[in-house]
C-alpha cells in the first residue's frame, strides 16, 4: 500500500520508551493461525492527517488494537476525494487483518459522482462508532433565527453568499439540497479547503454564514464569534444540544445529507466470524475509559452501531442521494 502510515501500539508505551520503536508484537500465541487476530493489523483512513475521520481513528484504533490484543497501523491513503482509501479497503486481501473507515453520505457521494470502476457496497461493514451532524453558523451580530429566517434574509438581498467545502462535496451537495427544500437563495456559494479556513471567512464577515460539522465551530461558538443557525439533522446536535434543527421550523428533513455516519468496513469476501470479532472490538473500544473521556473533553461524540448499522448507512446514501440530488449539477457536467 502507498500513503502515510503510523503505527500504533497495543498497549502504552512504557515510560521512557522511545517513541516509535516500542511497538509491542502482536499475540501470535500458542494458539497458532487459529486464534484471530494473531498478528498486527492495518487500518485504512481515506483521507489526509488532521482531518475528523482521521482524529477519531488516533483516538479509537489503538483501544480497538487492546481489545484485539494485538497492534494496528493506521495508514493514511487520501486522493480522488477519499475514494483512493476506499478503493484499497475493497480490494485488500479479504483476511480480516486490513479494515478502514470512512463517513456515509461523503464518500458515497464522491462514489456516484466520480463513479470508479468498483462497487462500493461490496464492502463488508463492520460497525459504526459516531454520528456527526452539518450545521449552519453565523456570527451573532447578524441575529440569524433559524433557516426560515436565513432564508428570508436571501430573499430581501440581505445576505448572498453561503459558505462551505470545496465544491463537489457533500457541504456543497446539502446546499444545493437546502436551495430546493428551503427556497434558500443564495446567490454565490463559496467553497474553501477545510473547515478552518470555511469558519475564518464567516468570523472575518467575508462570507455570512458557513456550514460546516458541529465539532468543528465548536470552539468558535466557545469564544464568542459564531453561533449556531440550525443543526441540519432532525436528531439534532450532542455539542450544541438547544440549536434547532429545520424539522424544528416546520421545514422537510435532510437527514440523508445533514449528518455523517462514521463507519468501519472490511474488504469483499471477509469471513462474517472475523467480522464480528472485529465487531466486538470496536464496541469495547467505544466504553474505554480513554475514548469517553476524550469524547467528554473535545465534544467528539461517540456511538457504537453493529454491522446492520453500518450497511443501513451505505445502503441508504447509494439509494437516496441519486433521487435527491441532482449529481450532474454537483459534478459540473
Known amino acids: 500500500m502507498t500513503g502515510n502510515k503510523t503505527r500504533l501500539s497495543r498497549r502504552t508505551f512504557l515510560a521512557g ?32 492527517q488532521g482531518g475528523g475521520t482521521d482524529t477519531y481513528a488516533r483516538k479509537i484504533v489503538p483501544e480497538i488494537g487492546n481489545a484485539l490484543d494485538v ?7 487520501p486522493g480522488a476525494a477519499s475514494l483512493k482509501g476506499t478503493g484499497e479497503i475493497l480490494k485488500s486481501k479479504p483476511d480480516g487483518y486490513t479494515f478502514g473507515g470512512f463517513n456515509p453520505p461523503s464518500t458515497p457521494i464522491s462514489y456516484l459522482v466520480h463513479d470508479p470502476s468498483w462497487d462500493i457496497t461490496n464492502l463488508v461493514p463492520v460497525a459504526t462508532y459516531a454520528r456527526t451532524p452539518y ?3 453565523a456570527r451573532p451580530g447578524l441575529e440569524i433565527e ?23 462535496g457533500i457541504v456543497h451537495t446539502a446546499a444545493n439540497v437546502m436551495k430546493k427544500e428551503y427556497d434558500l437563495n443564495y446567490e454565490k456559494y463559496i467553497g ?33 464569534d459564531l453561533e449556531p443557525v440550525a443543526i441540519l439533522s432532525s436528531e439534532g446536535s450532542n455539542v450544541f444540544k438547544d440549536a434547532p434543527s429545520p424539522s424544528d421550523d416546520g421545514l422537510p428533513s435532510i437527514d440523508y445529507i445533514g449528518q455523517l455516519t462514521r463507519c468501519m468496513f472490511l474488504p469483499k469476501g471477509t469471513d462474517t466470524k472475523k467480522r464480528d470479532t ?49 449529481l450532474d449539477e454537483i459534478s459540473g457536467k
Open 146 to 168: 433559524g433557516v426560515q429566517d436565513l432564508t428570508e434574509r436571501y430573499k430581501k438581498g440581505d445576505l448572498s453568499k453561503f459558505a462551505g467545502l470545496a465544491r463537489g
Open 17 to 48: 520508551a522511545v517513541a516509535s520503536s516500542t511497538l509491542l508484537a502482536g499475540c501470535s500465541g500458542s494458539s497458532g493461525n487459529s486464534k484471530f487476530p494473531s498478528k498486527d493489523m492495518n487500518y485504512i483512513v481515506p483521507f489526509s
Open 135 to 137: 450545521a449552519i453558523f
Open 71 to 77: 497492534g494496528i497501523a493506521i495508514e493514511n491513503v
Open 278 to 326: 472485529i465487531e466486538d472490538a470496536v464496541k469495547s473500544a467505544l466504553q474505554s475509559d480513554s475514548v469517553q473521556k476524550w469524547s467528554k473533553k473535545t465534544g467528539n461524540v461517540v456511538e457504537f452501531g453493529d454491522h446492520e448499522m453500518a450497511k443501513k448507512a451505505l445502503t441508504e446514501s447509494i439509494e437516496t442521494i441519486p433521487k435527491k440530488v441532482n
Open 192 to 224: 474553501y479547503d477545510g473547515g478552518g479556513p470555511a469558519i475564518k471567512a464567516a468570523i472575518s464577515g467575508e462570507v455570512p454564514v458557513v456550514a460546516t460539522t458541529d465539532t468543528a465551530a465548536m470552539s468558535a461558538v466557545e469564544s464568542g
